[in-house]
């Protein structure tokens, strides 16, 4: 059986961290697609010469062609800038905005039967722009933050109960910025929600209510230690699951940015819900019951979401 193929649109940090991971994990065949010239060519170059060390046999090419990522399987987009100190995602879209137009038509000419995994921030905005510019199906084009926004919330409950982290699991359903909901009542250790941990007095309602705190300003801690860019393990090892559920058809039930049709009372938006990701894509969108606070914090974050469409739109009003 032929391999799969994977095309990353963009070969910076994610990009190149994303290459390693595919190949390491033998998704498939790699394209690294990049308008930096050298740049996808080195990276994929410099991971091949490590699989024989590693012992994996994905191929890998760079490329400034878009001919090269034909007939892709998955396409993960990460083409475009990533904020530096003192910027917020906001900032990066009229910049990326640009970006996602000719990444769509690209892919809409070459891969139009890809998944297509959108990281380019400001996300939910990106994403949705995305499935417009390239117009693929909605439930092929999907948004990664909800599994990295979980991810990080994840990692410091760990920290504060002293358990593994697989233990731990937890959903940041919403928009990918300071809006984001993380919710409690959702997220679990060992299957007991928070708020019964609390309770328990494994822990206090302060303390949740700092990690919660730390969990949405999350992207820019990283930023703030860095300085020159953003994280991007985590969010390619984010990615990589999204795009293995999908290959694999494994259906995992993640919270990713998809596209709402009536789910949740809204039209038109791509924000962070929970879905079933397997072969057909967004295969599902599972809706949750909010508490009244829930409910607000999460239409609160869709306002934000909101703001930043009509943005994009007046920018480019074929969005529109
Ligand atoms: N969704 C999330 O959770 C999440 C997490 C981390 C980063 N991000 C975002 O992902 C994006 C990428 O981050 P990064 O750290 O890899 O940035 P990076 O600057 O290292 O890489 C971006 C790459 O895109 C390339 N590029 C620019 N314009 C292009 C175009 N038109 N076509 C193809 N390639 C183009 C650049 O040459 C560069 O190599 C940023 O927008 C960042 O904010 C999102
Ligand atoms: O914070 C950023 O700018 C990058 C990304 O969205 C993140 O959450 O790490």
């Known amino acids: 059986m032929a391999r799969k193929k994977i095309a ?29 010239e050298g740049i996808p060519e080195g990276k994929g170059l410099d991971i ?4 024989p060390v590693d012992g994996y046999d994905s191929r890998l090419k760079g490329t400034q062609d878009y001919k090269d990522i034909a007939d892709a399987d998955v396409c993960i987009v990460t083409a475009g800038v990533a904020r530096k100190p003192g910027m917020s995602r906001d900032d990066l879209l009229g910049i990326n905005l640009k970006v996602m137009k000719s990444v769509g038509e690209g892919i809409k000419a070459h891969a139009p039967n890809a998944l297509v995994i959108c990281i380019t921030n400001p996300l939910d905005a990106m994403v949705w722009a995305l499935q417009k510019f390239s117009g693929l199906p909605k439930e092929k084009v999907v948004g990664m933050a909800g599994i990295l926004d979980s991810a990080r919330f994840r990692y410091f ?20 910025g300071d809006t984001m909901v993380p919710l409690e009542r959702y997220s679990t250790v060992a299957g007991i929600p928070l708020p019964d941990l609390v309770e328990m007095g494994w822990t206090t309602q302060d303390k949740i209510n700092s990690i919660i705190d730390r969990t949405r300003k999350g992207g820019g801690e990283i930023v703030a230690l860095l300085k020159t860019g953003s994280a991007y393990y985590a969010p390619a090892a984010s990615a ?34 929970p879905i079933v990701l397997g072969s057909g894509g967004c295969e599902r969108i599972v809706q949750v019951n909010f508490t009244a606070e829930e409910k607000a914090m999460f239409e609160n974050s869709v306002g934000a979401v909101r703001e930043l469409m009509d943005a994009c739109i007046k920018l480019d009003p074929s969005l529109g």
Request: hydrophobic share 50%; proline share 1%.
């Open 8 to 36: 990353l649109i963009g070969a910076g940090m994610i990009g190149g961290t994303l290459a390693h991971l595919a190949a390491q994990k033998e998704l498939g065949d790699v394209v690294l697609f990049d308008i930096a």
């Open 48 to 51: 091949a010469e490590s699989s």
């Open 157 to 176: 409950l760990a920290e504060e109960f002293d358990v593994s982290v697989e233990s731990v699991t937890a959903f940041v359903l919403g928009g990918h």
């Open 240 to 273: 990589i699951q999204m795009a293995e559920s999908y290959l694999r058809d494994k259906k995992l039930v993640v919270p990713c940015a998809a596209y709402l049709s009536g789910e949740y009372g809204l039209n038109d938006l791509y924000v962070g819900v």
